[in-house]
């Protein structure tokens, strides 16, 4: 919890930063100017994210503002200007690097797996690495299956890298402002289908720091709904419709996957005794069995019922909306799921 | 297989024509340092003290001290596994080099990377990259940081023939010409990737083809002469200075060893090796050297011996240095906190 | 060796570990006890398998292991090797022991032998019931294949917690059942759902045993300190009956789905014991060729054993038919249920006078009302006809007096 009280600004003589309703896009790209305009040595690197202003708009305007030495498009060569993100750091300036969807995290595996993650180790602690890799991945949009993966589970077994999720605008804003800032690489994987979505987000926030777990953004007693990104709307409308039931489901958005910090969930299940995760990928490998595996370590005495965790199935996902629709993680599903267990 | 060229590069001699004589000298003590170095890593790992593997320059040595003359102090070099020469032709320190081969806490990396790794990034050193061609992308950055920075800096990078064939090759010297970048890319073209022929992975031998697909400046040089090396590299550092943007140069050259340490070479026709060796670097600009007066043959053994003890002793202070704690802060060396 | 909990009942899950009688370092004799343990029937001491010396306890008194769990290993004499792994690494037996007699006293494993019980509670139950002391066997009772809850558990506390306010409980309200009770409720339950019965009935004279017992009764008493009853002599007839007729002591089995029969290799009879909360059923084993004096020995110290509810490995064999005698409690006839895994019972009525017609005449006579139950699906009715009239006349004529007081019984005769 006082994780994520450090994320909204607040120092005690300054005046509380203003609120606006931005979208998740929006706010997107206020971090990154806002950020850009603060620290001279931040530039951001991209396919079309300088006058196109990202085919996702997640870049709109920065061009204008800071020019095309700071705003920079590239050829479509991912481990090219990821690998070039890692030579910028390591000289001096903090590159962000997007990747148009995460998918594509693929090209530029290597680069962030056994360069980015590791060159300050090898080094023996010298040199810092500065870098923000922000990607865009997931499912709903009937993009196909090669450019609807969260890729949430790629590189989080590798040590060295920090990786964040946020799931609604203003995550977006505050922990890519925080990402920016910190000194070691962190990757952060946005969501496609939230670059709509409105919330209310701080406007010229300075006081900000990376979250150091998840975060409870709704209480209640009967059980523990653990999800990720687009995942974290639809337990909250699943919390919804087991609230009109009588049961009260706590809701917690993971928002740090790496490094992994399960203590929030335990606290939570030992209030509960009832733990539900759920993620949009497919069930092997991902950060729920992490999650049920760490929290089976910390709250044994307190499960009342084995943990359960939702996913995408064990296959690629279809192109047809018909198809697709079905099989995403849907807040009936969630709210099924919890009750089973009940 | 193919003949070692005999004539220098195709560039004028004119930068090699300006170095004084204490220039020249100097090649030949980097030279023979690196010479010393790895023949002393040889006897090391035999004796135990190396672990894991290593991958030695003997025969290369020209390339290193042939482009690091060319550059300034604030210039960003980056390499590869096979990168002992680089660091030392940029005077990373014996002992903590030494010792980072040796797995000592006194190590450059503090025994954490070992030989693939040496990375002295106040020596402007940023990294070593244990995977074939990775190291290119990072010298663009770093190109695209010294264009940025307006400081005329400039980013070399050091790799192998068999790094061309990579997909990060080809990404990151499209990459520096679109973007004019001033970054060297130093190809040293043993003929072997690992233990294949060149001509087995690649259409080619020369590999300069490749770089003026891209459109790129190139320069195809003997790399065992080292005077053709700095002849070709400092014409190109200046144009990358002056933001002309990247040159390819190819140095043709030859490693006397095997890939690795385990790799005893049986792959090469040893009449191949046979006429490599004897067109040694070191031995050669011995020769020209001791020709133009310069340097007399005692003069230039005891260049040697004293670079041997300094090597030895480097050595054996390295060896007596203590390991490194396995319950020190690692994370610490992770993440800056 | 190890030395695993046994399983020593067919429903026997856990024990406890109450007392151990030996320590680590003591030398031991084959059958010397070491251990008492509880299960959900009784306490009994489990006896050492062989001569050697107690090397490790690894059961802490109080805590509680599943069937297999090691309790102990013995250095076997002889200078046997140990089993491999125990004298491959000699530092991990040595540590191990400690390191787990100290973490078991710390807290209970709830790990121990891979699942603490066939008692299904969640982790969350198993707390909850620890922090309360409350049985999670008496809960699991309700329904032993759903998984005990946190909820379940609570209720439990407060109906527990209502109940030891008042002296006496206030009608309607529930009082969970002892692991005793529980398994007497459950095995007749199963019984009478799982075995077709029929019953025999015979009233049997005991005036020849009544006969038998002034006269030999002084000299057993005095050999051996206990006075003959009429259960005695019961079991000596019946144990010669037995003999003529073994196809009463056959029991009903199903093997990969097809209907059969198990033969008695010997002649095990259980006795029905009357306890102040419950029963049990000691054994009284190889019963042919026992002499009364044995019997009556035998039938003592089961006795005694049941009453102070030790029962030992012995008691828990399989046996096809007890006896159960309500006689001294008044009950002039009853009908006895078989016991689950059995396949008759005789239930032996007050003894008592009645009107018999004898040459024409009407006198009076000692006797007891028998009541034989028996599974129709391994003994039919023609059988068991035969028996009871056998049983009969074996008591009716009595034991044949002897020069010494011991009593052979008298070879099958050919009749039927």
């Not at chain 2, 990396?109 to 070593?128: N, Q, V």
Request: glycine share 8%; aromatic share 6%.
């Amino acid at each position: 919890m006082t994780a994520n009280e450090k994320i909204i600004s607040t120092g005690a003589a300054a005046a509380p930063p203003s609120m606006h309703e931005i979208t998740y896009r929006d706010a997107i790209v206020a971090a990154l100017r806002e950020e850009m305009r603060r620290d001279p040595k931040t530039l951001i690197m991209g396919e079309d994210i300088g006058e196109s202003g990202g085919p996702f708009k997640t870049c709109q305007g920065l061009y204008e503002e800071f020019g095309a030495a700071r705003v920079r498009d590239t050829p479509i060569a991912e481990a090219g200007f990821v690998g070039a993100a890692l030579g910028l750091a390591l000289t001096g300036f903090r590159p962000i690097v997007e990747i148009m969807f995460s998918d594509f995290l693929g090209v530029c595996f290597d680069q962030i797996a056994n360069s980015i993650a590791k060159h300050r180790f090898m080094s023996g602690g010298r040199v810092k690495i500065p870098i923000v890799i922000r990607a865009l991945g997931g499912a709903g949009l009937r993009f196909g299956a090669q450019h609807s993966q969260t890729a949430e589970s790629w590189l989080l077994s590798v040590p060295g890298l920090k990786i964040i999720c946020p799931s609604n605008p203003e995550q977006a804003y505050l922990m890519l402002k925080a990402a920016i800032r910190d000194d070691n690489p962190v990757l952060v994987l946005e969501h496609k289908a939230l670059l709509s979505m409105k919330g209310l987000v701080p406007a010229g926030a300075d006081d900000v720091a990376m979250p150091t777990g998840p975060r409870v953004l709704r209480p209640g007693r009967h059980a523990t709904i653990v999800a990720s990104l687009a995942m974290v709307g639809k337990a909250l409308a699943a919390a919804d419709s087991l609230k009109a039931e009588g049961i009260e489901a706590e809701v917690i958005d993971i928002q740090v996957l790496r490094p992994m910090n399960v203590a929030p969930i335990s606290d939570s299940v030992r209030r509960t005794n009832i733990l539900v995760t759920v993620e949009e990928q497919a069930p092997t490998g991902g950060w729920s069995s992490d999650v049920v595996a760490d929290v089976v370590s910390q709250a044994f005495d307190y499960l009342d019922a084995p943990p359960a965790r939702v996913t995408l199935p064990d296959h690629p996902l279809p192109y047809s909306p018909h198809l697709e629709d079905a099989l995403i993680p849907s807040p009936e599903r969630i709210a099924a799921t919890v009750k089973s267990l009940l | 297989m193919s003949e070692p060229p005999r004539e220098s590069g195709s560039a004028s001699n004119q930068a090699a024509a300006a170095l004084s004589v204490e220039d020249r000298i100097g090649l030949f003590r980097t030279m023979t340092l690196i010479r010393e170095f790895e023949e002393q890593v040889h006897r090391s790992y035999l004796e135990g003290l190396v672990h894991g593997t290593t991958h030695l320059c003997n025969g290369q040595e020209a390339v290193s001290a042939g482009v690091a003359k060319a550059l300034r102090d604030d210039d960003y070099v980056s390499y590869t596994y096979r990168g002992h020469g680089q660091c030392l032709a940029r005077g990373m320190d014996l002992e903590a080099a030494f010792a980072e081969l040796f797995g000592r806490e006194t190590g450059v990396c503090g025994g954490i990377g070992g030989s693939m790794h040496l990375t002295d990034i106040d020596r402007g050193l940023i990294g070593a990259f244990g995977i074939v061609g990775a190291g290119l992308p990072v010298a663009v950055g770093a190109g695209l940081s010294a264009q940025l920075a307006g400081r005329k800096q400039v980013s070399v990078c050091f790799f192998g023939d068999g790094a061309t064939n990579i997909g990060a090759f080809h990404e990151a010297m499209n990459m520096a010409q679109v973007w004019k970048l001033p970054v060297i890319f130093v190809c040293e073209n043993n003929l072997y990737g690992e233990f294949s022929h060149i001509l087995h992975t690649t259409p080619y031998e020369n590999l300069v083809v490749r770089a003026a697909g891209y459109s790129m400046q190139t320069e195809l040089v003997d790399g065992n002469d080292v005077l053709a090396v700095y002849d070709a590299a400092a014409p190109a550092v200046s144009r990358a200075r002056d933001g002309e943007g990247p040159t390819f140069i190819e140095c043709k050259t030859y490693r006397h060893r095997g890939h690795s340490r385990t790799d005893p070479a049986k792959y090469r026709d040893p009449a191949e090796v046979e006429a490599w060796l004897k067109r040694d670097p070191i031995s050669l600009y011995r020769a020209e050297l001791g020709a133009a007066g310069l340097l007399s043959d005692a003069e230039a053994e005891g260049i040697a011996a004293e670079l041997r003890l300094l090597v030895k002793s480097a050595a054996d202070r390295a060896a007596a240095a203590p390991w490194p704690s396995p319950t020190q802060d690692f994370m610490a060396r992770t993440f800056v906190q | 060796m190890d030395f695993s909990v046994p399983k020593l009942s067919a429903t026997m899950e856990t024990v406890k570990v109450l007392r151990w009688l030996k320590q680590a370092g003591d030398k031991v004799t084959m059958g010397e006890p070491l251990v008492e343990l509880e299960t959900d029937k009784a306490t009994m001491e489990v006896e050492s398998p062989a001569d050697g010396t107690l090397e490790a306890v690894l059961g802490a008194e109080g805590e509680e292991l599943a069937v297999g769990a090691v309790l102990a290993r013995l250095a076997i004499a002889g200078g046997l090797a140990a089993p491999d792994h125990a004298k491959s690494a000699p530092p991990t037996v040595a540590a191990a022991p400690k390191h787990e007699a100290n973490s078991a006293a710390a807290a209970p494993r709830s790990s121990a032998g891979g699942s603490e019980s066939r008692i299904l509670a969640s982790p969350f139950a198993r707390r909850l019931a620890k922090m309360n002391g409350t049985d999670l066997s008496s809960l699991a009772a309700a329904s032993p294949l759903t998984r005990i809850r946190g909820r379940d558990v609570i209720a439990a506390i407060e109906a527990a917690g209502v109940d030891k306010k008042l002296a006496v409980p206030a009608s309607g309200h529930f009082e969970p059942f002892s692991a005793m009770r529980r398994q007497i409720a459950e095995s007749v339950a199963l019984s009478r759902k799982m075995i077709p019965s029929f019953v025999i009935d015979r009233w049997v004279e005991t005036t020849a045993i009544e006969q038998a017992r002034i006269t030999l009764g002084p000299s057993i008493e005095q050999s051996t300190g206990i006075k003959p009853t009429l259960t005695d002599f019961l079991l000596l007839a019946l144990a010669e009956s037995f003999a003529v007729h073994p196809g009463i002591l056959d029991r009903w089995r199903e093997e990969n789905g097809r209907a059969g029969r198990v033969r008695a290799s010997s002649i095990d009879i259980g006795l029905v014991v009357a306890l102040p909360e419950g029963v049990m059923i000691p054994v009284l084993c190889d019963l042919a060729g026992k002499s009364l004096r044995e019997i009556v020995q035998a039938r003592h110290d089961a006795v005694q054993r049941a009453r102070s509810g030790r029962l030992l490995q012995d008691d828990l064999r399989a046996v096809s038919f007890s006896v159960s005698n309500l006689g001294k409690y008044g009950a002039d006839r009853f009908e006895a249920i078989i016991y689950p895994h059995q396949s008759g019972i005789l239930a032996v009525g007050r003894q008592h006078e009645r009107a018999v017609v004898r040459a024409g005449g009407i006198a009076a006579a000692k006797g007891v009302n028998l009541t034989l139950s028996l599974d129709h699906r391994v003994i039919d009715g023609l059988l068991g006809a035969q028996f009871i009239h056998t049983l009969a006349e074996r008591m009716e004529r009595g034991p044949r007096e002897t020069e010494n007081d011991s009593y052979r019984p008298a070879p099958p005769a050919s009749r039927t």
